[in-house]
């Protein structure tokens, strides 16, 4: 069950990952961070592989769990739940919100976006956030029926790669195009308490942090290279 609008307003959302390789990895490990988070006041975590969303579920059954699983194929640069099989098993895992690449990329196998979300509605009747660069796939997602958008793949995309997350500048527009009803999220780049604010405050529904919060390889890494200056 999804928590209404007036419990989710404005509530912080941590992304809660590892690397491939981190010892953070391992799925009690992602549960516990998770737990914490939940814990200490957030209105949901974001969680990927279908492993890690089980292992959080089992450990917190009533956490709002946004879920997606990150596949790589050779013929497309979409990466986050890219087709239907990874849309399934991050389901079936147990999680109340579908994250995927929302971008007009080409995706595996040239499955149509249009076509994977009018299935998602129709067999799961699952909720959908959608994962974007740009107001304009932004609006397209939700036309095609994402309930959530976020601006997760700004700044990671090849029209967007010449520029740094946050996002903050498409916010109001993004607010002012979508319909009250679709959930705006600002993700990617959101690392201080001042600049979640600054989100909220130019049209973010929630902010989403991942890093700043439970990137302990990354953040590791980050201070070394500050103090080896």
């Not at 917190?60 to 596949?71: N, Q, T």
């Not at 994962?131 to 609006?139: A, I, L, M, R, Y």
């Not at 690392?191 to 600054?198: G, I, L, V």
Request: hydrophobic share 40%.
């Amino acid at each position: 069950m999804i928590p209404s609008n007036e419990q989710l307003d404005q509530g912080l959302i941590v992304s809660v990952q590892a690397p491939l390789g981190s010892p953070m990895r391992d799925p009690e490990v992602i549960a516990a961070m998770a737990d914490a988070s939940l814990r200490n006041g957030v209105v949901g975590v974001r969680l990927e592989s279908p492993e890690h969303i089980g292992a959080v579920r089992r450990r917190c059954p009533e956490a709002l769990i946004i879920g997606l699983w990150k596949c790589t194929f050779p013929n497309s640069s979409v990466y986050i739940t890219p087709g239907w099989r990874e849309i399934q098993a991050v389901w079936s895992a147990g999680a109340d919100v579908i994250a995927l690449d929302a971008t007009q990329r080409l995706r595996p196998d040239g499955q149509p976006l249009a076509d994977l979300i009018q299935r998602c509605r129709t067999e799961l009747r699952a909720p959908l956030m959608a994962d974007v660069d740009s107001v304009v796939n932004g609006v397209r997602a939700a036309d095609l029926g994402c309930e959530w958008v976020g601006t997760t793949l700004y700044g990671y995309t090849e029209e967007t790669a010449d520029r740094t997350p946050p996002a903050l500048e498409l916010l109001p527009e993004l607010r002012h195009e979508l319909k009250t009803s679709v959930r705006l999220i600002c993700e990617g780049g959101i690392a201080t308490p001042s600049a979640a604010r600054a989100a909220l405050e130019a049209g973010a529904d929630n902010v989403v942090v991942g890093t700043a919060i439970t990137g302990v390889d990354l953040q590791v890494a980050a201070y070394r290279r500050g103090m080896a200056g």
